[in-house]
């Protein structure tokens, strides 16, 4: 049965209350510390065609695997991160230290839970450990491929309880649901649109990959310094971008303040991107569009936007039509508040943790 819900809840009492956030420190939650490791794909053939003979998927864990009778996993969750971001945004209190602990939602005495650096990403495989702009072009479609080899071959996971995605980890939540349907009992998707990146999404992109190939520094991505001007605007649109009118504001109530605000934000922004890895990040989501299959989902489904998102804008309407194609899928848009903090309020996990629950609920067999 079709389900479309539009959810606007004026009070989020019931939500427990915000962690630490990432900005206060970063650290991970007191007790929970994630086993590393690494993946290799050999031979790794991309959409465009081309090879590398090796790949590496670095990921976190928590906890451990668990199998039914009939060895089918029942336990797994997989995390997955946003554009430019990695797996450890998930490791600080506002995430791990809301979800992970005991008693908690995804509470990883439990839950299996991983956590990979998707292919460009934090430690995996990506254009600046040597290859730069010579780094084969990938996809969404590339990316989920990845990760689903990493999941079944590297770890020996053949069923997920549940898939959570930010951004474009939302994005790649769906293509997950489309292309593997039955291999997870539910979906959560925060902050994304189920359609092409089109219209105001599609310009500030390459908004910001032409500032970088005009910089002269550049040099075709055979730089030996990043090239200043371009990710200096690629810093500007990011803060635009991700950011929120009510938080940023608050962090600069006065024109002095906005300006030091903004240029904490750019010496941070420039300190943790490459030019390389940033462009080829930003370029992969050319091509993605789950609309016309998204009928293929019979995992359930809980799709949550927030209204003060500059990337998804709630006044387009995507959402709320599209999730009428997912057989188990609800959508919430939730509306501005002193909680939320724009497009990164996906990883703010006590905002939205009620609607998990819910999902968990939803889906249990």
């Known amino acids: 049965m079709r389900r479309f819900v539009l959810t606007c809840l004026f009070s989020l009492c019931l939500l427990t209350a915000c962690c630490a956030q990432e900005s206060a420190g970063g650290s991970k939650p007191a007790g929970l510390t994630p086993a590393e490791g690494d993946f290799t794909l050999h031979n790794f053939q991309f959409a465009s065609g081309q090879v590398l003979p090796e790949v590496r998927m670095h990921y976190y864990t928590f906890g451990n695997l668990n199998k039914d009778a009939n060895g089918k996993a029942a336990n797994a969750v997989l995390i997955l991160h946003g554009t430019s971001g990695s797996g450890r945004q998930f490791l600080v209190p506002k995430f791990a230290g809301v979800l992970f602990g005991p008693g908690q939602l995804l509470d990883a005495n439990r839950y299996f839970i991983i956590i990979p650096d998707n292919v460009r990403h934090g430690k995996s495989s990506k254009p600046s450990d040597g290859m730069r702009a010579h780094f ?12 689903y080899q990493l999941v079944a071959q590297g770890l020996g996971v053949n069923h997920l309880r549940l898939i959570l995605g930010t951004s474009m980890g939302c994005m790649h ?3 997950w649901g489309e292309s593997h349907p039955e291999f997870m009992d539910a979906l959560m998707p925060l902050a994304c649109l189920p359609v092409e990146i089109a219209g105001r999404n599609r310009m500030w992109r390459k908004m910001l990959i032409e500032g970088i190939e005009s910089d002269p520094e550049w040099k075709n991505g055979d730089y030996t310094a990043q090239p200043a001007m371009g990710m200096r605007m690629a810093a500007d649109m990011f803060l635009i971008a991700t950011g929120s009118p009510l938080v940023l504001q608050k962090k600069g109530p006065t024109a002095d303040e906005a300006d030091k605000y903004l240029e904490g934000f750019v010496q941070q922004f420039d300190g943790g991107h490459d030019a390389n890895d940033l462009l080829y990040a930003v370029r992969a989501s050319k091509g993605y569009d789950p609309s ?3 009928d293929k989902i019979v995992a359930h489904v809980m799709f949550i936007n927030t209204a003060d998102d500059f990337i998804n804008p709630p006044e387009l309407g995507i959402a709320e039509r599209e999730i009428q194609k997912v057989k188990n899928g609800r959508f919430v848009l939730m509306p501005i508040s002193d909680r939320t903090s724009g497009h990164s309020t996906h990883t703010d996990a006590a ?3 009620g609607y998990l629950k819910e999902l968990l609920e939803e889906s249990q067999h």
């Open 136 to 147: 084969p072009q990938y996809n969404y479609t590339d990316m989920v491929k990845a990760q």
């Open 292 to 294: 016309p299959h998204l």
């Open 173 to 175: 939540s769906l293509v």
């Open 351 to 353: 905002v939205w943790q």
